[in-house]
């Protein structure tokens, strides 16, 4: 029986190595190509990559999307400049020193800005696996959440069931977290800056029964599931992800050995997944916004859960016109669990719902 297992499992292996570019037009062959719920997609250089609004180097666009226009995204050249962010002399943080030129080094400048936390939303995934077993979707959720918090201290994790109730009350399909009204409306309303979505395409569990007495039951599992993150201020998906674990480390024995078995490959999917959603959450930019405006005062929505620190310094930018900055506003005190006050030391005609990133002079 084991070796029919191993037999059967190495078929089922091989079966799922087809490459996804057998089923898509043969101009792209020759791209990076990934499939998502049965849609194809290709990696190409992202045209406003170094513009200040791009979030990342490249992007994937639908198949068709990319040879209705493959002229220009095959025309762009990669930047060998780094972004005009990074060419900035941010302003220390965490201090409460006066305002003006700072002398440290700007690489320590830049790993004190590190502090902010991002805020992150996984939804729930959606159980394509036609599985007997229920529940499946969120017994992934809960591991690949735990997997996010136990790995990195950078990431806040946003309960989507709030983010549900607040759908259904705007009478939204509380399933489509992918539209970019959605994502938008996340990042307005929590301050998200990216949510996460995915699919358990299949589920796949075998087990021998030993014919020695006394020998326990074995299992194995293969899990494969499709993910993407998404960056809720453009709605355009950041990364596209297929997983799937190695069949001989999801092993389960004895009692339940089945439900061992499953739960370990969900485990080895969820801590791959978890590194590569952390490694690209450190890519992009972090926000908060305004929540309200008191005279020279403001109350921002983001305090000590988020990092911030008394002294911090921010830029103020228009929700509308992001590219401008409206002034500058310093950290006066923290309150609650993530909120905090900042004075207006520069600039006028704030607003709540303006735009509030890391100061830079």
């Given at each position: ?21 057998r ?62 962010e ?41 159980d ?32 989507a ?17 992918d ?135 921010f ?26 006050v ?20």
């Amino acid at each position: 029986m084991l070796v029919l297992f191993v037999f059967a499992g190495c078929s089922y292996l091989e079966r799922l190595k087809i490459p996804f570019t057998r089923g898509v037009d043969p101009q792209v062959r020759h791209k990076e190509v990934v499939r998502i719920d049965n849609q194809y997609y290709v990696k190409v250089l992202n045209p406003e990559a170094g513009t200040g609004e791009a979030r990342s180097q490249y992007l994937y666009v639908p198949v068709q999307e990319y040879l209705a226009n493959r002229e220009a995204y095959d025309a762009v050249v990669p930047s060998m400049q780094p972004p005009e962010e990074e060419e900035w002399e941010p302003v220390e943080l965490g201090t409460v020193l006066p305002l003006g030129p700072q002398e440290s080094d700007s690489t320590d400048q830049m790993k004190d800005s590190l502090h902010f936390k991002k805020r992150l939303m996984v939804a729930p995934f959606r159980d394509l696996a036609g599985s007997s077993q229920d529940g499946l979707s969120g017994i992934f959720m809960r591991r690949l959440e735990s997997k996010i918090e136990t790995t990195s201290d950078q990431i806040i994790l946003f309960d989507a069931d709030i983010m549900v109730q607040r759908l259904g009350k705007k009478k939204l399909d509380t399933e489509s977290f992918d539209s970019p009204e959605i994502a938008r409306l996340a990042s307005q309303l929590y301050n998200i800056h990216a949510i996460m979505i995915g699919t358990i395409d299949h589920v796949f569990v075998s087990s021998t029964e030993s014919p020695v007495m006394g020998r326990s039951k074995t299992a194995y599992a293969i899990a494969e599931m499709s993910a993407r993150l998404i960056d809720t201020t453009s709605g355009t998906v950041l990364r596209l992800w297929e997983k799937r674990n190695p069949i001989f480390d999801s092993q389960g024995k004895g009692e339940f050995s089945d439900e061992k078995a499953r739960l370990k490959a969900f485990d080895l999917i969820a801590s791959e997944l978890a590194m590569d959603v952390i490694e690209e959450l450190n890519g992009i930019d972090w926000y908060t916004t305004i929540a309200d405006v008191d005279g020279d005062r403001v109350y921002i929505s983001a305090g000590k859960l988020s990092g911030v620190r008394v002294g911090d310094i921010f830029s103020v930018y228009s929700a509308t016109i992001p590219s401008d900055p409206k002034g500058e506003i310093r950290v006066a005190t923290l309150f609650g669990l993530d909120a905090s006050v900042a004075d207006i030391t520069k600039g006028k005609g704030f607003r709540a719902n303006d735009l509030v990133r890391p100061g830079f002079q």
